[in-house]
């Protein structure tokens, strides 16, 4: 994933029945993934795959630095499908309290004084 990894790696990310993947990704014996559930309980995973042999140890392919990079973009994600649940689900509360504020004929008001 790193330095030469960039041109001989592939990603995907799955969340939900959401799928996207970089071009030409496939799981190789070179593969690794990190699942998340997101607050609204979806799972998701988000997997890295050289498409070839690494250089060092074949058995073990993806060094610490590379798992800490998998384990953090995970975490952003997660964090990002949590924040656009939450914003959603804010926008709709919005659009129902206008709603019923409009068929009760009331109203809120907001009024700064020095």
Known sequence: MLGKG???SRARVTY??????TLGFTQTR????????TADG???QLEFAYTELPEGDPDRPFD???QHLLVSLRDMLRLYFDRRHA???RREDESL???AER??????????LP
């Open 6 to 8: 960039l041109t001989t």
């Open 16 to 21: 939900g029945e959401l799928t996207q993947a």
């Open 30 to 37: 070179w593969t690794m993934g990190q699942r998340f559930t």
């Open 42 to 44: 979806t799972e998701g």
């Open 64 to 66: 610490a630095q590379e």
């Open 87 to 89: 914003e959603q689900a």
């Open 97 to 99: 309290l206008k709603m």
């Open 103 to 112: 068929v009760a004929r009331l109203g809120a008001w907001r009024v700064d």
